[in-house]
């Protein structure tokens, strides 16, 4: 069988995209393990006869700093960490995410700079490779601090407290652990801190966002490039000569798409009774590649931060240093996805206004898409759906980086919300990801009206594919079931 091995080198987002396709096993790589024992064992001699107190792991936490913790009294903080931390609430997080927070957390304490034992981080191995997910909820991090409701509620099943997932069922933890045949974790000093410090919450929310918005980039092309041949729109707004003038990559890179899905239609090179289109087909390049643009900017602030060190406080055991410092606050990736917020919203946004224009009953086309207007209604409410789901995804794009509220009694004093603005964020994808889908209704209905001309042979197989789970609406039926044949199809055929 085939691993992933959690090492010191770099996890690239394409390689986290397989480890998530293809159901990759993890382990440990010998370098890490090493690591990991190798700080773990520069603490405990630190705390044999350390004299001086070291935030959070012989004191207290937050503004409780200033209280010392004797030595007997260790285990027990760091075990009362977890569990009075575990304050969530609110909605669950989805399974797939906590499988990345799972995986987040093993890869950001792999790096010997957590004080962490060997086997708390192959006891979050564990869970993950056997699918043993833990119930987190999505309200309770100020995404500063690092996120510690949610990783908190992630933890307890180390400990044999809270609950898990298992096949289907939630179970409590200790269950499990017992038909594994695991013994909870007895946390060491600063191990609760090290699990329940980081933005893996954040972070697994933004990566999978990041990795469902770069799909639905690609997508907004291919429906978007359809959508025009549909409308009998104009191909010379996409010419390499207009973008190269103004030379901003993700323009230049989506005029090429769509020239490369359109090549070979009939329809594109055939004459046009009108001089230009719509802004939402000529600018496709300009809004499209701004987005993409964007989506770069955030898949390398992302990259740069599942390969780092977030907890605290930061232990530099070859140069015999413990730092408490700030690597849990979440600001960078909070501006980040507030940002791809904005940048995936745009594509939906765009994408409802070509669904409008598809069934304005303009360019050949009948009103609402349909032989019959009038007693069919046809294609009418689909835009509906999707402009009450844009209004929405656009109250969903106020910033939440923008806000911080102060706790711990004025010791956490600046917070990035990057939590809200990471859960903001999955909304918004999975919105844009049904308006899309609507887009896809219309313009394939479209295209049926265009016929016997045809567009590229890219474009027709999409069609045609398409067609074996949505067919072509002659009289009005029940649209919502095909709305969610839409929706899967995007996801599946990638």
Same mark, same amino acid.
């Given at each position: 069988m085939e691993y992933h091995h959690i090492s010191a080198e770099h996890l690239s987002l394409n390689r986290l995209r397989e480890i998530i396709d293809r159901k990759l096993p993890l382990c440990l790589s010998e370098e890490s393990k090493q690591r990991i024992l190798h700080c773990r064992a520069y603490l405990d001699r630190k705390m044999e006869n350390q004299?001086?107190?070291i935030y959070g792991i012989t004191t207290g936490f937050g503004s409780l700093c200033n209280i010392s913790i004797g030595k007997d009294e260790l285990s027990e903080l760091q075990k009362n960490l977890v569990m009075s931390h575990a304050c969530g609430t609110?909605?669950? $997080?989805?399974?797939?995410?906590?499988?990345?927070?799972?995986?987040?957390?093993?890869?950001?304490?792999?790096?010997? !700079?957590?004080?962490?034992?060997?086997?708390? +981080?192959?006891?979050?191995?564990?869970?993950?490779?056997?699918?043993?997910l833990p119930v987190v909820y999505q309200q309770g991090s100020l995404g500063a601090s690092g996120d510690l409701a949610p990783l908190a509620h992630l933890s307890l099943p180390l400990l044999g407290l809270g609950e898990v997932e298992f096949e289907g069922t939630i179970y409590p933890s200790a269950t499990i652990l017992a038909r594994f045949g695991w013994e909870p974790i007895a946390l060491q000093s600063k191990e609760g801190l090290a699990l329940l410090n980081g933005t893996?919450?954040?972070?697994?929310?933004?990566?999978?966002?990041?990795?469902?918005?770069?799909?639905?980039?690609?997508?907004?092309? !291919?429906?978007?490039?359809?959508?025009?041949?549909?409308?009998?729109?104009?191909?010379?707004?996409?010419?390499?000569?207009? !973008?190269?003038?103004?030379?901003?990559?993700?323009q230049l890179t989506t005029a090429r798409a769509i020239r490369a899905y359109l090549m070979g239609s009939e329809l594109i090179t055939r004459p046009k009774q009108h001089v230009q289109d719509p802004y939402s087909f000529r600018c496709i390049p300009q809004v499209h590649g701004a987005?993409?643009?964007?989506?770069?900017?955030?898949?390398? $602030?992302?990259?740069?931060?599942?390969?780092?060190?977030?907890?605290?406080?930061t232990i530099f055991p070859d140069e015999d240093i413990i730092v408490s410092a700030g690597n849990f606050h979440g600001q960078p990736i909070a501006v980040a996805m507030d940002c791809l917020a904005?940048? $995936?919203?745009?594509?939906?946004?765009?994408?409802?206004?070509?669904?409008?224009?598809?069934?304005?009953?303009?360019?050949?086309?009948?009103?609402?898409?349909?032989?019959?207007?009038?007693?069919?209604?046809?294609?009418?409410?689909?835009?509906?759906?999707?402009?009450?789901?844009?209004?929405?995804?656009?109250?969903?794009?106020?910033?939440?980086?923008?806000?911080?509220?102060?706790?711990s009694q004025g010791q956490e004093d600046h917070v990035s919300m990057g939590s809200n603005a990471a859960t903001?964020?999955?909304? +918004?994808?999975?919105?844009?990801?049904?308006?899309?889908?609507?887009?896809?209704?219309?313009?394939?209905?479209?295209?049926?009206?265009?016929?016997?001309?045809?567009?590229?042979?890219?474009?027709?197989?999409?069609?045609?594919?398409?067609?074996? /789970?949505?067919?072509?609406?002659?009289?009005?039926? /029940?649209?919502?079931? !095909?709305?969610?044949?839409?929706?899967?199809?995007?996801?599946?055929?990638?």
């Open positions: 004299e001086e107190p609110g909605e669950r $997080v989805p399974n797939e995410i906590v499988k990345l927070m799972l995986l987040l957390k093993a890869q950001s304490l792999s790096y010997g !700079h957590s004080g962490v034992q060997l086997q708390t +981080v192959e006891r979050l191995i564990d869970l993950y490779n056997n699918d043993i893996q919450f954040m972070s697994a929310y933004g990566v999978w966002s990041l990795l469902k918005a770069q799909d639905l980039s690609r997508w907004a092309d !291919h429906i978007g490039a359809l959508s025009l041949d549909a409308f009998d729109g104009r191909i010379e707004p996409f010419s390499d000569n207009v !973008h190269l003038v103004r030379n901003h990559k993700g987005s993409k643009d964007t989506i770069d900017y955030v898949a390398s $602030v992302m990259e740069a931060e599942i390969n780092s060190v977030t907890d605290n406080p904005i940048a $995936v919203a745009e594509l939906g946004n765009i994408s409802e206004r070509r669904t409008f224009q598809l069934i304005a009953g303009v360019r050949g086309l009948p009103h609402f898409l349909v032989a019959k207007p009038g007693l069919n209604s046809g294609f009418m409410i689909p835009q509906y759906t999707a402009a009450s789901i844009v209004s929405q995804t656009k109250g969903l794009c106020m910033p939440a980086s923008v806000d911080s509220i102060p706790s903001k964020l999955a909304r +918004v994808v999975l919105n844009v990801e049904r308006v899309l889908a609507i887009e896809l209704m219309n313009a394939a209905q479209a295209l049926e009206f265009r016929r016997p001309a045809r567009t590229s042979v890219q474009l027709e197989q999409l069609v045609a594919e398409y067609r074996k /789970v949505v067919p072509f609406i002659d009289n009005d039926e /029940v649209m919502y079931p !095909h709305i969610e044949s839409s929706i899967l199809f995007l996801r599946t055929k990638q």
